[in-house]
């Protein structure tokens, strides 16, 4: 429920603040008074779009603020899913800067206005005469029988179910393009990945067939380096070897008479000992060593596989070779595995839609039964309100596919005159009686719909006399289970109010600033009674004021 509503620089408003009450909350003024710049701001906290143009001063904010009463609601899950701090008593403000930023609060926590949206359209339905049109709109007519039918909870499940299967057949048609375009290249993948497989590539084979390679091709200057070496070593008369045994020899017999000579003969001996080894080895790698022609033009060729691998696929290792070969590889397996995969995805889509029409069914079931109730009690106020000719007839028949909100084609086919033809709503009803009947229907969804507060924005246009009074009546008696704002120019409904208050310009140093304050009961009087004369109040119209009021 609305308790509060504060505006600060907004159109012709300077500042006012305004506490609305429980039940029925009258609204009137003269036209041009600002009624409808009330409702603008209220629509900004509710998460309508702004711009500087609202600003009174372009040099200070504007400022909107509404306080709620959201006690007995339900709706904690609702700030739970929205992330926003909950309290019985919330406050919504929104900020819109001479700069055109937009800053919007609940309970002062900084939030983006979608969530302002979220928050307001549970908090507040504002109805207007031009909504009328909302009659022959399919997903208003679809709200309707919905309310009436309570299954919101069937609507979540169903909603779930839709998006899961949508989701299922957008992934479905990609894996179907993926499966395509895999197809086309398969023949190249294949030839690619071939190539490298037959190639028997080994990780780190390049570094020792360039190595081997080096040795191959300079064998024969290689093996004649070492024979010279060997020679040298361990030649009869005159290798290293040889001399060096002597010195270790001749130093061997001067260890007793010269201290110093075991220490040189003990390194000699070492060294005499490495030089043998490395004798040995030279002499083995030597008789390894060979020239090999064959041996050689296979290595080439091997390198010059893997060179032109390399210059293909433009790497320069074969560790990225290995590396692309393996991506082929998973890319084959993924083009041979999409089959499998698009068939696990029908199987899945054929499950989420036999879930989901069974769903759609129920919701069928459902808003046929609440048909007849909607039909059954909107003819019964229509009838109150001066239409006993009225005829409404919901036609509900399936509809090609499943929809976003089931799988129903929905039509309101009316008359309001006997023995003529059901036709659409928008062919057949006039203003009055759109308004008639739009009203209906809204006190309709009210009764099963927990909404705070409804707002009425001058529905009754285009209706007089008892009628009046008769929608005054439906108005107040909704006004029992919620909170009714209602905006009017008709005396009869002003006058079923709780609470009255009147909007009204005035010129100021400023410039003309709106107003708006709740009336006393005498002031009350006169306001009616101006509504049903005109300015100069008569006598018989103060009369008639009080026999409204019931005073």
Not at 71 to 83: A, H, K, R, S
Not at 384 to 402: F, N, Y
Request: include cysteine; charge should be negative; charged fraction near 25%.
């Amino acid at each position: 429920m609305l308790k509060r509503l504060s505006v600060e620089n907004y159109a012709l408003i300077d500042q006012l603040d305004i506490a609305f009450a429980p039940g029925l909350n009258i609204i009137t003024g003269e036209t041009g008074a600002g009624k409808s710049i009330l409702l603008g701001a209220l629509g900004l906290i509710l998460g309508n779009r702004a711009d500087v143009s609202v600003l009174r001063h372009n040099d200070r904010n504007c400022v909107i603020e509404g306080e709620f009463d959201l006690t007995g609601y339900g709706l904690e899950p609702l700030f739970e899913q929205l992330d926003v701090d909950y309290d019985p008593q919330s406050v919504i403000r929104r900020v819109i800067t001479p700069a055109g930023k937009s800053r919007s609060y609940v309970n002062d926590l900084p939030v983006p206005l979608t969530t302002l949206r979220e928050i307001g359209g549970r908090l507040i339905d504002i109805h207007s005469q031009h909504q009328t049109l909302l009659l022959s709109d399919r997903s208003f007519q679809t709200e309707v029988l919905d309310a009436v039918a309570s299954h919101s909870d069937l609507l979540n499940r169903y909603g779930a179910s839709y998006e899961a299967l949508r989701s299922a057949e957008a992934e479905l048609q990609t894996l179907r393009h993926q499966a395509e375009e895999s197809r086309r290249d398969q023949e190249y993948v294949t030839f690619q990945c071939q190539q490298l497989q037959e190639a028997k590539l080994v990780a780190g084979e390049q570094e020792e067939l360039e190595a081997l390679l080096s040795e191959l091709t300079h064998a024969s200057e290689i093996k004649e380096a070492l024979l010279y070496a060997t020679q040298s070593l361990d030649a009869d008369e005159e290798g290293v070897l040889t001399r060096l045994k002597s010195l270790e020899t001749t130093f061997g017999r001067l260890q007793e008479v010269y201290p110093a000579g075991e220490a040189y003969y003990t390194r000699l001996h070492s060294a005499l000992l490495d030089l043998k080894d490395l004798a040995g080895e030279i002499a083995s790698e030597a008789d390894r060593l060979e020239d090999d022609p064959d041996r050689l033009e296979r290595t080439q060729q091997r390198l010059d596989l893997i060179y032109t691998l390399q210059q293909k696929h433009k790497v320069d290792s074969v560790a990225a070779l290995l590396a692309l070969q393996a991506e082929y590889e998973a890319r084959l397996a993924s083009i041979e595995g999409y089959g499998e995969q698009i068939a696990q995805l029908q199987t899945r889509i054929e499950s989420l839609t036999e879930q989901t029409q069974a769903l759609a069914d129920q919701i069928s079931q459902g808003r046929r039964k609440a048909a007849q109730a909607v039909e059954k009690r909107v003819v019964e106020m229509l009838v109150q309100l001066g239409m006993p000719s009225a005829c409404l007839q919901i036609e509900i028949t399936p509809s090609p596919a499943l929809r976003k909100d089931g799988a129903d084609e929905i039509r309101f086919l009316f008359t309001a005159n006997r023995n003529m033809k059901l036709q659409s709503i928008e062919k057949v009803a006039s203003g009055g009686e759109m308004s008639r009947l739009m009203l209906s229907l809204k006190a309709l969804i009210a009764a099963h719909v927990q909404m705070p507060t409804l707002i009425f924005d001058e529905i009754d246009t285009g209706v007089s006399g008892s009628i009046a009074d008769r929608m005054g009546e439906i108005t107040a008696s909704l006004a029992q289970k919620l909170q009714i704002i209602n905006i009017t120019h008709l005396p009869q409904v002003a006058s079923k109010g709780d609470h009255h208050f009147w909007v009204y310009k005035k010129e100021e140093a400023a410039g003309t600033v709106t107003h708006i304050r709740e009336l006393t009961p005498e002031e009350r009087i006169d306001q009616i009674a101006q509504m049903i004369s005109g300015s100069n109040i008569t006598p018989a119209a103060r009369e008639q004021a009080r026999l409204l009021l019931g005073l």
